[in-house]
């Protein structure tokens, strides 16, 4: 029997034509007296349905769980472009929030002077929820793996919440696109 091997959706390398393609429908073939499908073919837009071999699925980003995660922190840098008279009004006059990802102090998240001195509580409240980014992704796994521990058993406001969470997941560890090239 056949099992499918790509979801609906999915963005594929089409090996035979050379080129990226999303599966816009799962096609069983079905045959007398079997319960299941004896084969599927994937129909990906290209004028005819590819068999499984022919295709191959997006390389996925492995997750760092390296710890790496556990130094994203804001730290405060000094405010260049105004005085802090003239910024009396920012959460902390003279700086801004500055959100760094790796051990060393660099690298990670900044924002422009101007939209900071716009709205400076606003750019602060980025700042926390994006140090605070990989904590919030440890509870939601915690959440995922509570409720694949008993499927069954899980309140179904839970087990939705867990679906949720699985989306974001699949969303953070798909590949980004390649750029286009000038060709087009």
């Not at 594929?12 to 050379?18: I, K, L, M, R």
């Amino acid at each position: 029997m056949a099992k499918t091997l790509f979801q609906k959706n999915q963005r594929v390398w089409v090996d035979s034509v050379g080129c990226w393609a999303i599966i816009e429908r799962i096609v069983p073939i079905w045959a007398k007296g079997f319960d299941e499908p004896v084969r599927v073919t994937y129909d990906v837009g290209l004028g005819r349905e590819f068999q499984g071999h022919e295709l191959k699925p997006e390389d996925k980003i492995e997750p760092q769980d390296d710890g790496s995660d556990a130094n994203w922190r804001v730290l405060r840098a000094r405010n260049k472009w105004q005085q802090e008279g003239d910024c009396a009004h920012h959460p902390y006059p003279g700086t801004y929030p500055v959100v760094v990802t790796d051990p060393n102090d660099w690298g990670g998240w900044r924002t422009p002077g101007a939209e900071y001195d716009r709205d400076p509580y606003k750019m602060e409240y980025q700042a926390r929820l994006i140090a605070s980014a990989p904590r919030l992704r440890a509870v939601a796994r915690e959440l995922v793996a509570l409720v694949s521990e008993s499927p069954e058993d899980a309140p179904p406001a839970l087990a939705a919440l867990a679906q949720k969470v699985m989306l974001v997941e699949r969303y953070l560890q798909e590949s980004p696109p390649p750029p286009p090239t000038g060709d087009q």
